[in-house]
């Protein structure tokens, strides 16, 4: 299983990136996706997350209204969308599949399978 995140680079503050993820879980369209960061010296801390189904979508409160997390199971793809970017989004972030019960969507062990991670980094 391989999970191939891009997208990142080095943006200004008030930019916008769109990360992207191509996993070769199968099916793609029964495992829920998320996206998760590490910053410098910090722990990982979740980002957003999708349902296999998009019917369920969670976002960590500092992302809210900023952050869109979307997918496209006929191309194994789930994107995050990055607006409005802040220095404190400097991270690498992450995603991930897994089959998650809707209460543990927020949460790293509800999540099987890793991708390598892409640097987000927001200049002030």
């Known amino acids: 299983v391989q999970l191939q995140a891009s997208g990142g680079g080095l943006v200004q503050t008030g930019d916008s990136l769109r990360l992207s993820c191509v996993a070769s879980?199968?099916?793609?369209?029964?495992?829920?996706m998320g996206w998760f960061r590490q910053a410098p010296g910090k722990e990982r801390e979740f980002v957003a997350a999708?349902?296999?189904?998009?019917?369920?979508?969670s976002y960590a409160d500092s992302v809210k209204g900023r952050f869109t997390i979307s997918r496209v199971n006929t191309q194994n793809t789930v994107y995050l969308q990055m607006n409005s970017l802040k220095p404190e989004d400097t991270a690498v972030y992450y995603c991930?599949?897994?089959?998650?019960?809707?209460?543990?969507?927020?949460?790293?062990?509800?999540?099987?399978?890793w991708g390598q991670g892409t640097l987000v980094t927001v200049s002030s």
């Open positions: 999708i349902r296999y189904n998009g019917g369920t979508i």
């Open positions: 991930a599949a897994g089959r998650p019960i809707i209460s543990t969507m927020t949460l790293s062990l509800g999540y099987g399978y």
């Open positions: 879980v199968r099916p793609f369209s029964s495992y829920a």
